[in-house]
């Protein structure tokens, strides 16, 4: 019901911004829907005609979509869905602003209007057109199946054959201004021909928009601001922004200030060589999460992931429930539930843990051995060793994918000899928080075993 909520919100709020404008130009004597309105029955006409079908065709699906509430995409593209959704508001919003009276739907061959340049068309020549694609993306990814599908992708295609039938007009029109606007603009999104400094831009950019929508998903399905680390894409959006400030200016020609070219390519290296860096060792991390745990293990590990009073935290509840999987598969496995109490903690983490294998689970508590000391890995490791006893015994790790590998490696760093990986889910959207962190951990884990 609330992604459902949230596609009717984003919805309402697009048409709002349409209708509005349409009402507002209209108190001013202005015809806005020139669709079809064309008295010669050209090409443009037609198209429009078919364009005028294609956008109720297209709110009719999206709604139907919407009350069905099917989604055939795992979360995390709903999630996207929103971005692209929201965005898309945002462009069409500033579209229409800068616009101003100028602003028509369809082609008005009749009037003569000024050519409009500025602002967000400075860097989009059709930005209320890119802002119906990416709303119409954005519920598609929210709420995806066949027909939808098909219908988006009708409707994205007739708006494109109107975007070239309105630049040819504008062209007409306005010559060799419009030509000149056409070079320095592109027709959905760019700053003009592609070169290496726009490009990367670009994906600073992106990758600044995305950190800054991130953040907020993260506090809204990680607990609030206190999940740790969410400051990190804070950071990053921040980073990303001032590199865009500072390349727009180098492609503008107005840089602030020219460092030495021996300091450029001294960031150059360093960057590089930390990207590299984080790309190997994400790819280990995601690598991590898909092993397949061994069969009839001596023991499984429950690693504590955090209490909210006696209850598991979220992460923390997907291990619980991957370990009385394994369980229930392997009845001969024992199971040692590691976590002590923390601060704002009821219980222990290996208590919550026992309950819930018992009580939810049928887990039998003989099959179940408590570390209640321990405060974090390698605490919950060692303790855990020392409880088995065994350090040749047949061992599996039960913690969330995204930590599998760190987890792997201390352990094979106190003093395990016979351990493998039994992952639990990394829950997404939050996911991509946690993997992402998870490199920092890494680091920690290499300054201080292998350096």
């Not at 903690?345 to 179940?368: H, M, P």
Request: charged share 20%.
């Amino acid at each position: 019901m609330t992604y459902r909520l949230i596609a009717l919100f984003f919805l309402a709020v697009f048409y709002i911004i349409y209708y509005s404008k349409l009402l507002i130009q209209k108190k001013k004597g202005i015809v806005t829907n020139q669709i079809a309105k064309g008295r010669d029955h050209d090409t443009t006409y037609y198209i429009e005609r078919v364009l005028g079908v294609s956008t109720i065709a297209i709110v009719i699906a999206e709604i139907l979509s919407i009350a069905v509430g099917t989604a055939q995409l795992p979360l995390i593209w709903r999630v996207f869905g929103m971005y692209f959704a929201f965005l898309g508001n945002l462009v069409f919003l500033l579209a229409v602003i800068t616009m101003r009276d100028s602003w028509r739907a369809g082609v008005a061959k009749e009037e003569k209007r000024d050519l409009v340049s500025e602002g967000i068309y400075k860097y989009s020549r059709n930005p209320a057109f890119l802002g119906f694609d990416m709303v119409y993306i954005g519920i598609l990814l929210m709420f995806f199946n066949p027909i939808l599908l098909i219908v988006t992708v009708l409707a994205i295609v007739i708006l494109h054959l109107q975007i070239l039938q309105e630049e040819e007009y504008l062209l007409k029109e306005h010559g060799e201004e419009y030509r000149k606007y056409k070079e320095n603009t592109c027709r959905y999104a760019g700053y003009g021909k592609p070169t290496p400094s726009k490009i990367i831009m670009y994906i600073f950019f992106s990758l600044g928009i995305f950190s800054v929508l991130y953040y907020f998903t993260c506090i809204s399905y990680g607990g609030g601001p206190k999940l740790s680390w969410s400051w990190l894409w804070i950071l990053i959006a921040a980073f990303s922004f001032f590199r865009v400030f500072m390349l727009k200016r180098k492609i503008d020609g107005r840089e602030l200030f020219i460092l030495p070219s021996v300091l450029v390519w001294i960031y150059r290296v360093i960057f590089i060589a930390i990207l590299s860096f984080f790309i190997i060792t994400e790819a280990r991390i995601i690598g991590a999460m898909t092993a397949i745990p061994e069969k009839d293990l001596d023991y499984i590990i429950v690693l504590g992931a955090g209490l909210n009073g006696t209850e598991p935290s979220n992460p923390y509840k997907v291990r619980i429930q991957k370990a009385a999987e394994y369980l229930k598969e392997n009845e001969r496995t024992i199971v040692v539930a590691s976590g002590g109490q923390g601060k704002y903690e009821s219980i222990s983490e290996s208590e919550c843990a026992r309950r819930k294998l018992t009580e939810v689970y049928g887990i039998s508590n003989d099959r179940i051995l408590l570390e209640d000391k321990s405060s974090d890995t390698e605490e919950n490791l060692k303790f855990s060793l020392e409880i088995i006893g065994e350090p040749s015994a047949r061992v599996g790790i039960v913690t969330n994918g995204f930590h599998e590998l760190r987890a792997m490696s201390i352990a094979k760093e106190v003093g395990y000899e016979n351990v493998s990986s039994v992952p639990a889910k990394t829950l997404m959207p939050v996911g991509i928080h946690y993997t992402v962190r998870e490199f920092f951990g890494m680091v920690e884990y290499y300054l201080k075993y292998i350096i």
